[in-house]
């Protein structure tokens, strides 16, 4: 593997633990779920750091799969540089088969800001990084626009808010695979009110930034990285001309 930079690194760490993943799950087949899961979790884990400590040696890393020691280690928060990773978002699509809405995430925090970031989704053959952001698509003029939600467990506030709108709810597994269908035109937005971690949005959200989308707090706030709590329980991601009108319903769910 040959690297330049840190958008190069985030890219090439993404697709290589999916090109794992995908063997894996060609080698294991889908008659046990729970296992594949759990293999799947712990193989894409063991790549991603390994590699890291090789090749960023001096930088600290945030994993979905790393222990709570490791989680609460206080050197992450006093570092520069982290890099926060999300193994295999989305392990319960990963699991089965025909399933292509799952990713592996892996972003790069620096003082404060998401400098680096790539989904790589390679059941559907394809990485967003943030070296090369997509173009966002232009925001339909007469469609009714389209928000992504969880395929298992639409949460009661989306629905309601897709009625005051005017949307429609499209289901897609993984967070990455939701942010990911934003920049690409499946969808026009993303919304999550049910509880996520840090690992969960932050290369989707680097990405997102890069590509000139909209990426907040359901409030308008700013998302933030490399917490003491890695929980972001929230978020919003749309294309820019529909994030006035999403936060505007959501401020009158909320009253």
Excluded: C
């Amino acid at each position: 593997m040959t690297i330049r930079d840190d958008h190069e690194l985030a890219r090439d760490l993404a697709e290589d633990a999916g090109e794992r993943l995908l063997a894996l799950r060609e080698k294991e087949g889908f008659g046990d779920p729970s296992a594949l899961r759990k293999e799947g979790d712990a193989a894409s884990h063991r790549f991603l750091m390994e590699a890291l400590t090789r090749l960023r040696p001096s930088d600290s890393v945030l994993s979905e799969e790393a222990t709570q020691q490791e989680r609460l280690d206080p050197r992450r928060l006093r570092a520069d540089r982290v890099w926060i990773v999300d193994p295999l978002d989305g392990t319960r699509e990963f699991a089965e088969e025909g399933r292509q809405d799952w990713a592996v995430h892996v972003a790069l925090w620096e003082r404060g800001e998401l400098v680096a970031g790539a989904v790589a989704l390679p059941a559907q053959g394809r990485t967003l990084f943030t070296g090369n952001p997509p173009a966002l698509p232009p925001l339909p003029a007469e469609a009714r626009p389209r928000i992504a939600v969880s395929r298992t467990r639409p949460p009661e506030f989306v629905r309601n808010l897709a009625g005051l709108v005017g949307a429609d709810l499209v289901p897609i597994g993984s967070a990455g695979a939701k942010i990911s269908a934003v920049l690409t035109g499946e969808v026009e937005a993303y919304v999550h009110a049910g509880g996520q971690y840090e690992w969960d949005s932050a290369a989707p959200v680097a990405v997102a930034l890069a590509s000139g989308a909209h990426a907040s707090r359901i409030d308008g706030s700013s998302l933030t990285y490399n917490q003491g709590n890695p929980s972001l329980p929230d978020i919003l991601v749309s294309l820019p001309g529909l994030a006035s009108t999403l936060l505007a319903g959501i401020r009158d769910l909320h009253r």
